[in-house]
């Protein structure tokens, strides 16, 4: 049988897997009301090819994987139900690009919208984001994934409506990319 956790540190590295109890309990909750579970490994990639990888080994091996973002959800989104991998995108927060004259921005999966902002406030005044009624650690695709509403959303619809494209790791490992 393989060795889970010797796997995930080949990919992430030793500092970015853990199994320890501590860590544990905080990834089996959320602020919300829902059952705690615990996950199994919780590991935290910095690359999508790491959690192609990732999610590659989990496929093969039959282990349910739970993605998070910022952990504010309050309905289980990011509890595991038994045992599994929980992704933290916590490493992945960059802001690739931003394209003033087209008005968008690339950005990785665990990005929040606090640190969105921060940037374009900072380096771009003239644009601004649909901000969510959450706390500014909530990432961007967290919020795109609930359907999420922002202070942009009369105007423009609903945040995942204002989403031209996503790079996404599929079940089987493929990357796919849809959209511009």
């Known amino acids: 049988m393989i060795d889970i ?5 080949e990919i992430v590295g030793d500092e970015h897997v ?6 544990l309990y905080f990834y089996a909750r959320d602020p919300g009301l829902m059952p705690a579970h615990e996950p199994d490994y919780v590991v935290a990639p910095e690359t999508t090819e790491e ?23 309050l309905t289980g989104l990011i509890i595991p139900l038994k045992g599994g991998i929980v992704i933290d995108m916590k490493r992945m927060r960059r802001i690739l690009e ?3 004259k087209a008005r968008y ?4 999966g665990g990005t929040s919208q606090g640190a969105l902002k921060a940037y374009l406030d900072r380096n771009y005044p003239n644009l601004r984001h649909s ?3 959450a706390p500014p650690t909530v ?3 967290a919020n795109v994934a609930i359907h999420g509403q922002g ?6 619809g609903f945040n995942s409506d204002m989403v031209s494209g996503l790079e996404v790791v599929l079940p089987t490992g493929e990357i796919a990319k849809i959209g511009s």
Do not use: C, F, H, W
């Open 18 to 23: 853990s199994t320890g109890k501590e860590e």
């Open 51 to 73: 959690v192609q990888k990732i999610v590659k080994l989990a496929n093969k091996e039959k282990i349910p994987i739970v993605p998070m973002g910022a952990g504010m959800s």
């Open 139 to 141: 990432t961007i695709a």
């Open 105 to 108: 921005a690339i950005v990785e």
């Open 98 to 100: 931003v394209n003033e």
């Open 151 to 156: 202070r942009l959303t009369q105007m423009y």
């Open 131 to 133: 901000i969510p009624d």
């Open 5 to 9: 956790y010797k796997s995930l540190v």
